[in-house]
């Protein structure tokens, strides 16, 4: 049952030793930031990297890159000059003057942390072959924020996590796992609350061990939160079989049917389906497509995807027409 | 009285200044007074220089010791220590060799660690192996020269500069 984990993230923070970090950057120092990467970035012939720079980004377009994962709301809404560099197949992406000057990003559908770590790795030993990197021997990647500094890797994976949040075992798992150094999230990252039964757990240290160490950690006890589902699963089905069922087909016939949806209301739905589709109940659809579904809901994504602008009102019958027309 | 400064126009403005404790007095003309800038001119009777000039010779290093503290500033972006403990952010590479004393309990209450183990960038995992080569060559070039071995310490030195000349290089 793979599919607990929803995706796979590798982020390293970077810096140039020879410019202020962002908090002390004026313009003329964000935009030779912006310059010399993109130089750099463009001299790389393994991937191909499209570059935008976020001024100039439209809002709308702005909020599609954060419903994609691809920016962070902080380097959209970002008061001095920045820019993101965004690979063919959008799983790569480098933010810059983020918190950082540099943050690479890789992000996979599930569990390819692995793969995720090596794209990461290559994209930094590429940057750091033409980049002044500000590092210390003692102390190593040196970031803006003393919570990154060291590896400047943050390994997280996005959790579907319906059974555990159902029968009320989440908050005690947070508990358990933030003493172990292990943060816990919300769909869209810092601060926001677990939407959909999605969660996003992360490593906290980042100063005195090894990258493999770091993500090992990660993954073992990501491991043991997997376990714990599965058999949140396997005990709901045993002692609320006829309660499981009747929640996942109501989500299934509501977003089959529905003239009128809101993202909040279809993200809800969403999560009952797809438990309900490894669960084994309802076999009239596919994980596949509640995963492309949980991403084009999304309010911006959705008016990408119909090359308009919506009212929101608009947005919710649209999103009902869509969802309906996947899931057919 | 004429101006101090220029000896010509009538000194209008008496400047009053308080450094080390020394008490010094300037008679300008209005003209000179505005040269010599505006802050000076706002604040003839400092708050902090007068109370650093009262202050010094009684107290000595209890004085000093708090002054110390406000000017511990980054030499690369002149972040102070306070701002950067407000901001929880630092300004630039340099203020982690600036703040460095302060960084260890930091590191080790959010870390549990201060000391970076994992990837070395490839450029300075080079730079790192030359200057070790060179700090064992130095060691090598003594013994030669202890030795009386001038040829082999000629050829040593040679080495050392090839090397100091490959890393001012990167
Ligand atoms: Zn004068
Ligand atoms: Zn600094």
Redesign the interface.
Known sequence: MNDIVVTSRIRLAR???D???T??MNDYDASNVIDRVRDVILKNKQYHFDFFEIKKLPLIKRQVLIEKHLISPALASSKIKSAVAIDQNENISIMINE?DHLRIQVLYRGQEIQKAWEDA?RI??FL??HLP???????????????N???G?RASFMLHLPALTLLGYMKGIIDTITKLGIAVRGFYGEGSEAAGNLYQISNQ???????ED?IANVVSITNQIIEQEQQARLRLLSENRAFVEDKVYRAYGILKYARNISSNEALKLISDVRMGISMGIIKETTIDKLDVLLNLIQPAIIQDYFGREMTPEERDIKRAELIRKILE | MLCENCGKRPATVHYTQIINGVKTEMHLCEVCAKQKGSIEFDAPFSVTNFLAGILEPAFGTQVLKPSFEVALTCKGCGMTFDEFRRAGRFGCAMCYSSFSEKLYPIFRRIHGNTKHVGKIPTKMGEDIAIKREIDRLKIELNVAIKNEEYEKAARIRDKIRELEKKLSRE
């Open positions: 810096n140039l030793s410019v202020p970090f908090i002390k918190e790795n930094d030993d750091e072959q990197y500000a590092y210390d021997e003692t102390w190593g990647y040196l970031t803006s924020c003393p919570t500094v060291g590896t890797l240290i980042t100063l005195g061990q090894p990258e770091i």
